[in-house]
């Protein structure tokens, strides 16, 4: 996770989208794209937290601005990160290496322990 030139966006990974990720209409299948923010976002909420264990609560709408081609490669950038007693939530963006934005989503994660009970952040995060 790096952090970027505007304050509170981090780039947090990077895919590119191979044959084997498009669908029917030979751009990259919805649910792939789903997938990769979803791992991009446990990604930044564990490191930005330091907790070892954060589930999915909820993510908001996902908005798909425009197609991602095979051969597009896609970085994920989390804004905006708001930091509670269990939780930490943040936008999501997937954008080419154009700067175009193709797809933005909010999650939510939480914070649990072993046995998948919420735990507290502690105060030392990001």
Same mark, same amino acid.
């Given at each position: 996770?790096? =952090? +970027?030139?505007?304050?509170?966006?981090?780039?947090?990974?990077?895919?590119?989208?191979?044959?084997?990720?498009?669908?029917?209409?030979?751009?990259?299948?919805?649910?792939?794209?789903?997938?990769?923010?979803?791992?991009? *976002? *446990?990604?930044?909420?564990? @490191? =930005?937290?330091?907790? !070892?264990?954060?589930? +999915?609560?909820?993510?908001? @709408?996902?908005?798909? $601005? =425009?197609? /991602?081609?095979?051969?597009?490669?896609? $970085?994920?950038?989390?804004?905006?990160? !708001?930091?509670?007693?269990?939780?930490?939530?943040?936008?999501?963006? *997937?954008?080419? +290496?154009?700067?175009?934005?193709?797809?933005?989503?909010?999650?939510?994660? /939480?914070? /649990?322990?072993?046995?998948?009970?919420?735990?507290?952040?502690?105060?030392?995060?990001?």
């Amino acid at each position: 996770m790096t =952090h +970027t030139d505007t304050p509170g966006r981090y780039k947090v990974s990077s895919k590119v989208c191979l044959v084997q990720n498009l669908g029917v209409n030979k751009t990259l299948f919805g649910g792939n794209m789903m997938a990769w923010v979803d791992e991009a *976002a *446990a990604i930044f909420a564990r @490191e =930005h937290t330091g907790a !070892r264990f954060m589930v +999915t609560l909820k993510f908001g @709408e996902f908005e798909f $601005h =425009h197609p /991602v081609r095979e051969g597009d490669i896609i $970085h994920f950038y989390c804004l905006n990160p !708001r930091i509670g007693r269990t939780s930490c939530s943040f936008e999501i963006e *997937a954008v080419r +290496t154009d700067g175009t934005v193709v797809v933005k989503t909010s999650a939510v994660f /939480v914070s /649990v322990d072993e046995d998948g009970k919420p735990k507290p952040i502690e105060k030392n995060h990001s």
